[in-house]
């Protein structure tokens, strides 16, 4: 792939176009977070209850990222990136209208097909760009992530808390079908396709329905009790059905099938170690900021009061540094090399969320999101290229779809564990009114410093599996290979 010739002036429409999918798919999602504590109120609902809106989008995500990515592999990365689209299109349109809960939940877990545009679009971008422009386009991409949120977490709030939150989906229905559109019409077919090869579909429920019931226990835990029968019931059988899941993949791979948990994908040293790094992050991730939101909308003296504008505005803090320091590692990962920037990333993301657990000032508060989002570029950004430089353009598919499939499972339960540690440590504050006394209950101190605090340990963990990867870019990666080049030529 790196000697063919590269229409530089197409790759660059296709990294615009899925740089714009990720904005948009990020303000719909984005305005989510500050928004949680008021569909909280209006469905009647907990505060552990109301991360199933996150939880179950990413649980529909988990099972699917292995599915999409390989019928990617087979029949097109285009036609599936299209069929996405306009699936997630649909859910969108959909979820704005949710009358109760339920259907809110089921909606959000049909629109979790949102989730396989990232590495559905990694890996086009991957196809279309030579080796060494991959490091800048990769990083621009996660730079969009804090594009997304600096657009949707002022914009979306200020919708939200003026006309509601579904407001803010009724607003992204016409950019999300647009966008669907240029896909299906613009965009050209995969130059990468295996259509001879079968998907594994039994391997994909094998992984699927474990993994679920995992994240459904985990969700619940709070509400059914962590100790009851049920909860223990679901997460142990979950934990059992994985066994049959690696028998019979393992006996998919030997009788020559390609297992959709692709074995020998994972044990690549670099790519076993990415989706690691990223599963326990992802957990710290979704975990500490999904608590942060909670502190800005937390009454005083425990959180800061705001409302779902004020929220949003705050949090942009943390998506201006993404945005500087994606652009930032996309010029130097080429020369410094990935781990160094993944492991300084790590460090600095668990060094931000620390600072959070001390309970600072307001301007204190923001500069500690300024270096949570740095660091999560730095990291995000390296990690994805060490995965995308590892694998041969054929297995790319799925190869960023398992990658996305162990991001969110961490994701996925970084969640409902959100809610548990907020809902553990709570404070009541009675009000007596003319209609009657209203008693409302609210995180403290201590939830609010235990949730940052595994947010920063998972950063820490993150970095000291990143230091086991093998470096693929760099100056002295670069001399080595040549040396080794000429050595075989001699």
Do not use: C
């Not at 990365?77 to 969108?92: F, H, T």
């Amino acid at each position: 792939m790196e000697e063919q010739q590269v229409d530089k002036k197409y790759a660059r429409f296709v990294l615009a176009l899925f740089a714009m999918i990720i904005v948009a798919v990020m303000y719909v999602e984005g305005m989510l977070t500050p928004s949680l504590p008021s569909i909280a109120e209006g469905f009647h609902i907990t505060v552990d209850q109301v991360s199933l809106v996150l939880s179950t989008y990413l649980l529909t995500g988990v099972a699917l990222s292995p599915v999409v990515g390989k019928l990617a592999d087979l029949y097109g990365k285009k036609k599936m990136m299209s069929i996405v689209m306009l699936l997630y299109a649909g859910a969108v349109s959909v979820t704005g209208f949710s009358p109760n809960f339920t259907f809110m939940v089921v909606s959000r877990a049909v629109q979790g097909i949102g989730l396989t545009i990232m590495p559905l679009g990694m890996a086009m971008v991957r196809e279309e760009f030579p080796r060494n422009m991959v490091p800048k386009a990769q990083s621009l991409i996660s730079g969009m992530f804090g594009v997304g949120f600096a657009v949707s977490l002022p914009l979306g709030s200020f919708i939200s808390d003026y006309y509601g939150w579904r407001m803010t989906y009724h607003t992204a229905i016409p950019f999300i079908v647009a966008l669907a559109i240029l896909t299906i019409w613009k965009v050209r077919e995969s130059k990468y396709r295996r259509p001879d090869v079968k998907v594994d579909y039994v391997g994909a429920a094998a992984l699927g329905i474990p993994l679920a019931l995992i994240v459904l226990a985990m969700s619940e835990g709070s509400s059914w009790g962590w100790h009851s029968v049920l909860f223990l019931s679901i997460l142990i059988v979950g934990v059992i059905l994985l066994i049959p899941m690696f028998i019979y993949e393992k006996h998919y791979y030997q009788k020559g099938g390609e297992a959709i948990f692709d074995m020998k994908l994972l044990s690549k040293r670099n790519v076993l170690i990415a989706n690691i790094a990223l599963t326990v992050s992802g957990l710290g991730m979704y975990l500490s900021m999904q608590a942060l939101s909670y502190k800005f909308e937390t009454p005083t003296p425990y959180g800061f009061g705001f409302s779902i504008l004020e929220t949003g505005i705050s949090m942009v803090a943390f998506a201006a540094g993404m945005i500087v320091f994606s652009i930032v590692t996309g010029k130097l990962i080429s020369r410094t090399g990935i781990k160094p920037l993944a492991i300084a990333g790590s460090f600095v993301t668990a060094i931000g969320f620390f600072l959070l657990s001390t309970s600072p000032g307001l301007a204190m508060t923001l500069i500690d999101e300024v270096i949570i989002g740095s660091g999560m570029a730095i990291m995000n950004a390296s990690i994805i290229n060490l995965l995308v430089l590892s694998v041969e353009a054929r297995d790319m598919g799925l190869a960023t779809s398992m990658n996305s499939t162990f991001r969110y499972i961490g994701s996925s339960i970084g969640a409902p564990i959100a809610g548990t540690v907020l809902s553990l440590y709570t404070v009541v504050d009675i009000v007596h009114t003319a209609a009657g006394t209203v008693i409302f209950s609210f995180p403290d101190y201590t939830a609010f410093r235990y949730a940052f605090i595994i947010g920063g340990l998972t950063f820490i963990i993150a970095a000291f599996i990143v230091i086991m990867s093998n470096e693929v870019l760099g100056r002295r990666t670069v001399e080595t290979h040549a040396k080794k080049t000429a050595a075989a030529e001699n």
